[in-house]
């Protein structure tokens, strides 16, 4: 099993409508969760991040965390075709020598249709 | 401006010839990581550093080297290239711990290699 798992899609939205990006993780100590979006030919910028149990709102994007289920989702409200783009899920991981590493989920591509 | 700088940002290069991709970032981050993406697979850590001289490999550290001399550098070495080496590299750097916007990755704007 991967340690982050995210349906690559693509998911295709009219504009204007709800987009829901889901993401699942399998190491149950993870205390910090991540979503980034990547344009294509350009590096991934934080979009939200989570580190709480239930909702995150920021702007037109929410972040849901459930940890009992290992599971995070990313919701877009009002989708705009610039919303159009990869979006990545990331968690950080625990060490055995302490520290943390973050490991990212393969991404979800995203359309927004015009 | 806070920024993670790499070089170079393009390279074609032959099997077996050393090379060394640089980063470095100008914010203090303790955190410094590789990363490569390649078409399917998304992002997959190759090492990552969350100090001067402290180093640890990620998922697929074969054939890569690193080090981390200065808190602000962090070089990735491919001693002997090979074909599926070919990809997109990120390096990223985020402070560490449990200070307000830990672990929040600042990317370089990437560097994409060819080996042929």
């Known amino acids: 099993q991967k340690e982050v798992e995210q349906n690559s899609g693509p998911l295709s939205v009219p504009e204007g409508a709800i987009a829901s990006l889901n993401c699942t993780y399998s190491?149950?100590?993870?205390?910090?969760f991540f979503w980034y979006r990547q344009y294509s030919g350009k590096s991934p910028e934080l979009i939200m991040s989570i580190y709480s149990n239930g909702d995150k709102e920021d702007g037109r994007f929410t972040a849901q965390l459930n940890k009992a289920s290992q599971y995070v989702s990313l919701l877009i409200r009002d989708s705009q075709p610039s919303d159009s783009a990869t979006y990545l899920c990331?968690?950080?991981?625990?060490?055995?020598?302490?520290?943390?590493?973050?490991?990212f989920g393969a991404g979800t591509r995203l359309f927004v249709k015009a | 401006e806070a920024q993670v700088t790499q070089n170079p940002r393009y390279l074609i290069t032959v099997t077996g010839k050393k090379l060394t991709v640089t980063c470095s970032q100008n914010?203090?981050?303790?955190?410094m990581s590789w990363y490569r993406q390649d078409p399917g697979l998304g992002l997959r850590q190759i090492y990552y550093?969350?100090?001067?001289?402290?180093?640890d490999k990620g998922d697929v550290p074969e054939g890569y080297k690193v080090s981390r001399k200065e808190k602000r550098n962090f070089p990735l070495i491919l001693e002997s290239p090979s074909p599926n080496q070919t990809s997109l590299y990120f390096c990223?750097?985020?402070?560490?711990?449990?200070?307000?916007?830990?672990?929040?990755?600042?990317f370089g704007a990437g560097s994409r290699l060819t080996v042929l």
């Open positions: 990331a968690v950080n991981i625990g060490t055995d020598t302490g520290g943390f590493k973050t490991i």
């Open positions: 990223a750097s985020s402070f560490a711990g449990r200070r307000s916007g830990a672990n929040v990755l600042t």
């Open positions: 190491d149950r100590v993870s205390q910090s």
């Open positions: 550093s969350m100090n001067v001289e402290v180093t």
């Open positions: 914010m203090n981050h303790e955190y």
